[in-house]
């Protein structure tokens, strides 16, 4: 028999066993790869970790034949951000127009991979996790920093841009990047703008999000601690097209998302 590769299993990390493997693949891709920090980052363990992490739900992805965690997602819902004290965007964001909008909120953050695993059906089980995970939660409104390498804005200047010319969020759910590392997405005027070039630098996990109806922010936020440029992404589950919903929920390929082993209600 051929073999057709791996399948995969999606469930919210339940014990500390988990959830250490999540941190050791963020910090394989987020430090080793990225060249990030933090100040509670384990560089003798091998974990990226942080405050924010028991509060959070940590959505993993899990190679079947091996055992492995091969990809994670950390989600963070209204209720446990009142626990926290805040979304963890919030040090880069004002959110107050989201949380003036009464709608359910999931904030979205250390989306990875490893790298053997990319541009394949880990992604697309990730994605399916989420919006079972969605489903399940009644959310309406997803949000959270994505990041593209670097912290020198004049090389980022046609993704930043397009982003600001075609992309930004409606007035109502458009958030803005905090003053102290405010960068102006608006850097090269829209008639001028190498359209092309723009999204052959745009990180996949963005291009992902604005192929689903996604938008962004006002400003991007510079991170030295991790060595990114941060934008922030908003989408609305509302305004989505048919055609958006079924590349989100997998029906488009004759799938439907099912709902992770360990998702709790409420």
Known sequence: MPDR????????????????????????VFVRELGGGGALVDHDAGLERDAFDPFFDHMIVRDDRSGAVVGVYRLLRGDQAEAAGQFYSEDEYDLSRLRAS??????????????????GAAMYHLWTGLAAYVETHGIEI???????????????????????HNHLAPPDLRVRALDGQYQDMNLIPKDR??????????????????RLGGTVGEGAYVDHAFNTTDVC???????????QKRIYTGQSTGQTARKPAGVRAG
């Open 142 to 164: 997803l949000f959270g920093v994505a990041s593209f390498h670097g912290t020198d804005p004049a090389r980022l200047a046609e993704p930043l841009s397009l982003l600001h």
């Open 102 to 119: 009464g709608r359910r909120l999931l904030e979205l953050g250390r989306s990875c991979l490893h790298p053997d695993y990319r541009g």
């Open 193 to 210: 703008l190498d359209r092309k070039a723009a999204m052959v630098a745009m990180p996949a996990l963005i291009k992902a999000y604005l």
């Open 233 to 243: 992404l908003v989408m609305d589950t509302a305004r989505m097209n048919d055609r």
């Open 5 to 28: 590769g791996p399948s995969f299993t999606v469930s919210i990390a339940e014990t500390e066993a988990e959830l250490r493997a999540a941190q050791a693949l963020r910090y394989d």
